[in-house]
């Protein structure tokens, strides 16, 4: 299967989302196996809620947002240089991991928050372009903010875009202004229209802090948990002793650029710490990550067979957690 995204044509490209149905078609088709998002963002909480009445339809939905989410790490990853070559691995591999968990499949804030997220990645790596820099280091910042607005711990990555942007090209005290101007903004003008339209000018997002702390750490009773942190855990594993397999034969830049992508990975422990409560739903924030590296170790593999033999692995623990919430 992993033949029909190893070019970047349109076709293929389409394929995505047919995939992304069929590998999601259990939660789809059978109520009992549905889990509802989590909610936890300043922003979206009322329209979740509202979607999550939808049934079968919440997930055809959020099927196709995961779709337009795997265009997006294709063309930003493609553009980037950082695969090596042309292919739509990392949206398969997107498309795949965000299927491992029921809970994954459901819409949340943080499955939201991914589309506003990979959208400011696209502005952060372009911090290396020389022309339009104050117009890429203002959007860096807006859409980091809406990120944190829609899901509360990527808060914490006001951090990560100022670490993000310092690793990719010396920044200037102008830099760090544009950056903070842009993230800002969302906030204030969230706060302005929140104080016109329900004359409530009190600042919600302190609201984010309340639950700062040692998160609280869910049980867990589905043996679908213990797959999908066992594999979760494994790519973790792999992703870090495989570091210089990941950055191997590439440009000096695109290493760059995949160490901002490792820096997002441990950007993961500082966000829990802005969660009540961490469930196996938290590890969908390892999502957009994990799609690169994966992509990357997938198009390293020599002999096609293993490469399927692993997609075919991953793809039937997708099916497989879904169907032990039937059981």
């Not at 942007?165 to 830099?175: E, F, G």
């Not at 004359?199 to 043996?223: C, H, R, V, W």
Request: proline content about 4%; overall charge positive.
């Amino acid at each position: 299967m992993l033949e029909f995204f190893k070019k970047n044509h349109v076709f293929n490209s389409l394929l995505l989302l047919p995939y992304a149905l069929v590998i999601r078609s259990v939660v789809i088709l059978f109520p009992e196996a549905r889990i509802p998002g989590e909610i936890n963002g300043v922003w979206g909480g009322e329209l979740i809620t509202s979607i999550h009445a939808w049934g079968a339809g919440e997930f055809v939905l959020t099927s196709f947002l995961v779709f337009i989410q795997a265009a997006i790490i294709n063309r930003l990853f493609i553009r980037q240089s950082m695969i090596g070559e042309i292919n739509l691995y990392p949206g398969l591999c997107y498309i795949l991991l965000t299927s491992l968990h029921p809970s994954f499949i459901s819409i949340s804030s943080l499955l939201l928050a991914n589309t506003t997220l990979l959208i400011a990645l696209s502005y952060l790596f372009d911090v290396l372009k020389k022309e339009r820099q104050e117009e890429t280091r203002f959007m860096a910042g807006w859409w980091l903010a809406v990120s944190g607005l829609l899901y509360t711990p990527y808060i914490a990555l006001l951090l990560f875009g100022l670490l993000a942007m310092s690793m990719l090209k010396t920044l200037k005290l102008k830099d760090i202004f544009q950056y903070l101007t842009g993230y800002l903004s969302p906030f204030f003008i969230g706060w302005l229209f929140r104080g016109i339209l329900k004359d409530d000018f009190k600042p919600t997002i302190l609201q984010a802090f309340s639950s700062f702390g040692m998160p609280e750490m869910t049980k867990i009773y589905n043996i679908a948990d213990v797959i999908t942190l066992a594999i979760m855990g494994l790519l973790l594993l792999i992703t870090l002793l495989g570091y210089t397999q990941i950055i191997a034969r590439k440009n000096i830049h695109a290493q760059k650029k995949i160490d901002t992508i490792y820096a997002l990975v441990f950007f993961s422990i500082p966000m829990a710490f802005l969660q009540p409560a961490v469930s196996v739903q938290y590890l969908l924030i390892l999502i957009i990550p994990y799609s690169l590296f994966m992509a990357i170790l997938l198009r390293g593999i020599r002999h096609p067979a293993i490469a399927e033999s692993l997609h075919f692995v991953l793809f039937v623990s997708a099916i497989v957690t879904q169907f032990l919430f039937l059981i």
